[in-house]
């Protein structure tokens, strides 16, 4: 982070960019004010705790940022387990912050995207995207990123535990039952589950789900979303959340899953004290930023054989509220982080694939390219269930996490978010409910 920081310090003194930023604030007056008054303005920027690794609240980057415009970025840490709750609250009573930090697709279930956030269409930096889809719904342009990577869902796995215990990546469940009981008898813990995020539990059924109905049912999503079939309909939906919970019932999970959460993952897999984990790529990125020199790698949730790797909508991106009291200088924010300096060296430390047409991506970090090579360029990926799904799946997160609490059975998850399923679609006034 050091030497990090000390680039950022080198990178963003630069006078071009001051001028351009100034440039930026002097479209709107409320910018204009915050730099020719020297009156320090303040913008809150809401992440989830999950994030607070995140390449846009480096803190040496928000001071050079502050530095360069007399505008201050405050950083809200939201309680991973709660942070859609909490701004779904903040949007309904007006109590906004000024930027979110959240993911695209879940923003538009959760957080009534199109209703509560600005458009961003017009913005200077948009003219240089190379791929405006991933950071746009409907047509428009709502979020914020200097990446066009999507997150690739599977089983983190450490591969010097697989090459010490002399193991092969598994190609079904029953290899990779076999796998983690001999990672135990090593007196390791086979499978880190931080269930206490909700979030975290549909990492495995997301993708099985996905690739599901990819093989065998390929109208499936849309015929759940007309209300021709029901989710208690899919016999192998009920397989799949059941095959989870048998992991932590074979005693090849951490004790404590309800109550341990995803801000511990990198810590265990930095101390090697666990072997596997149902996450996406980003934990590999967020470890290895700690210590290159751990090991990991990526393979598709085996529910079943052949099972490809999950591909979900890309994460993290930055969204202003339309009722942010700072909307311009949030918007400034962007600007900085989107000039060719910034988002040059963000995507360098960060290993990202670049999104804008200025900016080179740089040679890619090992994990990521074996899984461009193993999955993404022949084509053995299946984009995952919450890019097919329009509602928000905090209930089912939650009646997932009521299996492991022992309160409901695989069977009653789907009967509970049928009913659920139904009722929001009925709200939103989809055709068929």
């Not at 604030?25 to 995140?54: F, H, M, P, R, Y």
């Not at 590999?284 to 790698?297: A, C, E, M, S, Y």
């Not at 949730?301 to 202003?320: E, N």
């Not at 053995?380 to 905090?394: F, G, P, W």
Request: with cysteine; aromatic share 10%.
């Amino acid at each position: 982070m050091d030497n990090k920081m000390k680039r950022f310090s080198k990178l963003l003194l630069l006078p071009a960019l001051a001028v351009a930023l100034a440039a930026c604030g002097s479209n709107s007056a409320s910018s204009g004010e915050s730099s020719s008054s020297g009156e320090k303005v303040t913008i809150e920027l809401a992440i989830s705790k999950a994030s607070q690794d995140s390449a846009f609240v480096d803190a040496e980057l928000l001071k050079q940022f502050e530095e360069q415009t007399n505008i201050k970025v405050n950083i809200q840490q939201l309680p991973s387990e709660q942070v859609t709750t909490v701004l779904q609250t903040k949007l309904a009573v007006g109590e906004t912050p000024d930027i979110v930090q959240y993911n695209l697709a879940s923003a538009a279930s959760d957080l009534n995207l199109e209703r509560n956030f600005e458009i961003l269409d017009n913005e200077h930096w948009v003219s240089r995207l190379q791929n405006k889809d991933v950071l746009s719904w409907n047509g428009h342009v709502y979020s914020f990123h200097v990446s066009q990577d999507t997150g690739m869902q599977g089983v983190v796995y450490n591969k010097d535990i697989f090459e010490e215990l002399g193991l092969s990546v598994p190609n079904s469940y029953e290899e990779f039952v076999a796998a983690a009981e001999k990672i135990k008898a090593a007196g390791i813990t086979p499978i880190f589950m931080p269930f206490k995020d909700n979030w975290s539990i549909n990492i495995w059924t997301s993708a099985a789900f996905a690739d599901y109905a990819a093989k065998n049912e390929p109208t499936l999503w849309e015929d759940l979303n007309s209300n021709k079939k029901k989710w208690t309909d899919i016999p192998a939906f009920e397989t799949i959340i059941q095959q989870q919970y048998d992991l932590y019932e074979k005693g090849l999970t951490n004790a404590d899953l309800l109550s341990d959460s995803y801000d511990m993952a990198v810590g265990k897999f930095l101390n090697k004290e666990v072997a596997m984990m149902f996450m996406g790529d980003w934990l590999i990125q967020d470890v290895q930023n700690k210590d290159p020199n751990v090991r990991l790698g990526l393979f598709p949730i085996p529910y079943a054989s052949d099972a490809l790797v999950g591909a979900s909508p890309l994460g993290g991106q930055l969204f202003i509220p339309k009722q942010a009291k700072h909307i311009e200088e949030a918007k400034q924010f962007l600007d900085f982080l989107a000039s060719k300096e910034v988002a040059q060296e963000i995507v360098n430390e960060q290993e990202y694939v670049s999104n804008f047409s200025d900016v080179t991506t740089p040679e890619l970090p090992e994990y990521k390219q074996e899984i461009v090579d193993q999955y993404i360029t022949p084509q053995k990926t299946v984009t995952t269930m919450e890019a097919y799904m329009s509602v928000d799946l905090s209930e089912l997160y939650r009646s997932l996490q009521d299996v492991f609490a022992g309160s409901k059975t695989a069977k009653d998850v789907l009967e509970t978010w049928d009913a659920k399923f139904n009722q929001l679609m009925k709200d939103k006034g989809v055709e068929g409910f």
